[in-house]
């Protein structure tokens, strides 16, 4: 299973304590994000997702020195199929 989200992208520090200390910086831009992942099923209504791996690629200036603009997610977890099976 391969997906593709289009969509905006926003980058910012936060913290709680962040005007005690810091500055704030922010950017926006234009993302696209690539992947695919394998789900082995239990029964209709649930899977487990083996493994998923998206690759992610956005239009970002850098931010305070630190390039965002490419990144690698990796995940597992359960899959709760809703609607009709």
């Not at 992208?9 to 234009?30: C, I, M, P």
């Amino acid at each position: 299973m391969f997906s593709e989200i289009l969509g905006l992208a926003a980058v910012t520090n936060k913290s709680k304590y962040r005007d005690l200390y810091t500055q704030h910086w922010e950017t926006t831009g234009f993302t696209v994000a690539m992947g695919g992942g394998l789900d082995v099923a239990l029964n209709h209504a649930i899977a487990v997702r083996v493994a998923e791996i998206d690759y992610s690629r956005s239009r970002l200036e850098a931010l305070n020195g630190r390039d965002y603009s490419q990144g690698l997610r990796i995940g597992a977890g359960v899959v709760l199929k809703l609607g009709t099976w």
